[in-house]
């Protein structure tokens, strides 16, 4: 026998259209990459707080005009913890040049009485005005992982405001008590 032909069905025109999902793909993909990479210059500024790459950590030249409370048992973004610890966001700061009273483990009435006065009137100090983050020469963190740096206004330290009050003590390198017995 003989060899068989095959011969194909020409399709109706009207029912082949060009596949239009791989170019909307392609649309869909390029929109969200643009937008993407776009809005990450324009928020770079309102969260300098990664320091992998693309953003930085507060540094001497960033002034911040932000309104504190305290911070609360919910995510820590802008808030204080006691009178020396806050959160810039998300990063915890140690104000460097300072101790105050503890808050949260005081050893006494008299410590926990001042280490609330000392909160508040952080949290007062803050909130009145822009204020810079600097970072301090001889280390970054300390053994918690908060930042240590200093906040000034107008060249001022707040620390050094807090001290003068009586509300903190120059940092010496080591906590002291707070309680007269102890």
């Given at each position: 026998?003989?060899?068989?032909i095959?011969?194909?069905r020409k399709?109706d025109q009207?029912?082949?259209q060009p596949?239009?999902?791989?170019?909307?793909?392609?649309?869909a993909?390029?929109?969200?990459?643009?937008?993407?990479?776009s809005?990450?210059?324009?928020?770079?500024?309102?969260?300098?707080?990664?320091?992998?790459?693309?953003f930085?950590?507060p540094s001497?030249s960033?002034?911040y005009?932000?309104?504190f409370a305290m911070?609360?048992s919910?995510?820590?973004?802008?808030c204080?913890?006691?009178?020396?610890t806050f959160?810039?966001d998300?990063?915890?700061i140690?104000?460097a040049?300072?101790?105050?009273?503890?808050?949260?483990q005081a050893?006494?009435s008299y410590?926990?009485n001042?280490g609330s006065?000392?909160t508040?009137?952080?949290i007062?100090?803050l909130?009145?005005g822009?204020?810079?983050?600097?970072?301090i020469?001889?280390?970054d963190?300390?053994?918690?992982?908060?930042?240590?740096?200093?906040?000034?206004r107008?060249?001022r330290?707040?620390?050094?405001?807090l001290?003068?009050?009586?509300?903190?003590?120059?940092?010496e390198?080591?906590?002291?008590s707070w309680?007269?017995?102890?």
């Amino acid at each position: 026998m003989g060899r068989s032909i095959r011969f194909e069905r020409k399709r109706d025109q009207k029912n082949k259209q060009p596949r239009k999902w791989p170019a909307t793909l392609a649309v869909a993909f390029t929109l969200i990459f643009y937008v993407s990479f776009s809005s990450i210059g324009k928020y770079a500024d309102t969260y300098p707080v990664l320091e992998s790459g693309l953003f930085k950590l507060p540094s001497s030249s960033d002034s911040y005009a932000i309104n504190f409370a305290m911070c609360g048992s919910g995510r820590r973004i802008n808030c204080v913890v006691d009178g020396d610890t806050f959160y810039l966001d998300g990063h915890s700061i140690r104000v460097a040049d300072i101790d105050t009273p503890e808050t949260h483990q005081a050893r006494c009435s008299y410590e926990a009485n001042l280490g609330s006065r000392a909160t508040r009137r952080f949290i007062e100090l803050l909130n009145a005005g822009p204020f810079i983050v600097k970072s301090i020469p001889y280390r970054d963190e300390d053994q918690y992982g908060r930042k240590l740096r200093t906040v000034h206004r107008n060249n001022r330290s707040l620390g050094a405001i807090l001290v003068a009050e009586g509300l903190a003590r120059v940092w010496e390198g080591h906590r002291r008590s707070w309680c007269m017995n102890s």
